[in-house]
């Protein structure tokens, strides 16, 4: 029980981007959100607009029609005839506001949803843009939390809010005007009200924007830690952790439920309030009101159209201030949004970015020095020249610099000084794309994407026909288990490929690369987890696959790269020593021992 409690205190998760925001209201920032509906602005928001306008004017007359001409005029003179005009015009007024209504409801309706794709594509397309230190420095559920929950948070800004407030601005005017021309004292005594209101409202606005920023956060945590223990299941099995598991979800489920409950009692103090406001209001009425009608100065139909208005007034206050609690949300959700547009790619692309069309494949690391942060270099000064068609393998322990050499060719991150060329031609000068569509990466952690065997196999070049589909998994002796399933090459896989083996999936991961056709080819571990006789396999195959090609080979089974062009030992971000396996073992070097005590623990195996 111990542990579980001490689960729940123990953070498992850093947000360094994930801290309440404390700063005034920013009406820049929801300017720059109400962008997003500037290409609907000649057609849907109009509309919108017109039918808003045609029912707030319905709702301004209305209550002059009820009261002041029903009552003063038609009542009052007996008049039988105007009362039944009347009692037509004004049913017709309702069915034409009715109308009007469902128009700008169905209108506005179109455009927030519009508005709420338009931003999640635009988010989506951005965040594919940015560079790997980005993704190094956030969890993938606080991401999806800027995408789904984050932009979600907006739909109602968009669908109702924004038409909201122009109608309630009007109606709110339109009142005050008929009312000061009909009675300005009572106008007056009823508004005593307004300023003590807005004093009070004020001071809730801050708390209330920060209650939702707290919201944004804890939903972040939780889809953290329910993305890292859905994609860790296994581990947490393994280790029977379930019950530390659940215990660390049941305060962090906790913390969003708090979260959510401060949020909505605080946004629920508003309308209690408003309808205080109305009461008070209704009070004074009634009281001036009777004064005013018994010293002659007020007329009964008046009085009447003054409790309609009466009624209109506070409602589109209350909705105001409800609009404005959607701006708040719309603003702590578009504070979030933002910061990840406004993110830059570290590895920036220049506007005449030289484009590869072929390449030879002939790499050098000029003077490289590389960190991913500023405590530790993972490169230090590497000078190393790779010719085009040569095999070059790296060989070294853990956090050597492996890895980060195979990041800089394909770069995924810029050194932090010196060059990386292809060809003589610095990266940094380099069209990504062209780049990327010549280097092909095959990881040990693979990943297969939710579809079939051959969409996956697809991935690296779409336009591959079956055959050249079926002949890459030939290469790489996957073809043979890829027939063997259920329906072969059409087979249905779940993400990550669950239903296939370790080495199934590896394979599979070979294949794709091979197809993609790459003038050099990066093996991070590709063969770790792979049998012995399916390396066997590859190893043949490879032989005739590199021909012609650069490669790069990562690997910690130093038998897989005994017939590479040239052995690089790295050591703490180093180049220790380097030539072929036979230079490499006659001089009894690091490559040597590394060699020697993994035969001798196979042997003890």
Known sequence: MQKGLQAKKTPRFKYSSEQVIDKPFNWGQIIRLFQYMKP????????????MMVSTAVRLVVPIFIGVLTFDHAIKN???NLLVTLIFAIVGLYLLSWGANTLRIKWMNYLGQYVIYDIRQHLFKHIQRLSHRFFDQRSAGSILVRIINDVNSLQDLFTNGVINVLMDIILLFGIIVIMFIYSPELTLAIMVILPLMFFISTSLRKKIR????????????????????????RVTKSYTQEKENMDFFNGVNNETYDSWKTATQQNALFRPFVEMSNAIGTVILLWFGSYLIQGEALDIGVFVTFAFYLGMFWEPISRLGQVYNQLLVGMASSERIFEFL??????????????????????????????????????????????GGQTVALVGHTGSGKTTIANLVSRFYDPTSG???????????????????????VLQDTFIFSGTIIENLRFGRPGASDEEVKDAAKAVGAHAFIERLSNGYETEVEE???????????????ARALLADPDILILDEATASIDTESEQKIQQALKTLLNGRTAIIIAHRLSTIREADNIVVLDHGEIMEQGSHAELMETEGIYYHLVVSQFKMLDAI
């Open 496 to 510: 990550r490929g669950n239903v296939l083996s370790v080495g199934e999936r590896q394979l599979l991961s070979f």
């Open 419 to 441: 060059a990386v060329e292809i060809d003589g031609k610095d990266l940094k000068d380099v069209n990504l794309a062209s780049l990327r569509e010549k280097v092909s990466v």
């Open 78 to 80: 007996k008049d039988t």
């Open 210 to 233: 920060r209650s939702w920023q707290v919201v944004r956060i804890k939903q972040a945590k939780l889809n953290s830690h329910l993305n890292e223990s859905i994609q860790g299941i």
């Open 40 to 51: 609907y602005s000649k057609n849907l928001l109009p509309k919108a607009i017109i039918a």
């Open 342 to 387: 406004d993110e830059k790619p570290n590895v920036h692309e220049k506007e005449n970015a030289y484009s590869f069309s072929t390449i030879k494949g002939e790499i050098e690391f000029k003077n490289v020095e590389f960190s991913y942060n500023a405590d530790r270099k993972a490169l230090k000064g590497i000078d190393l020249t790779i010719q």
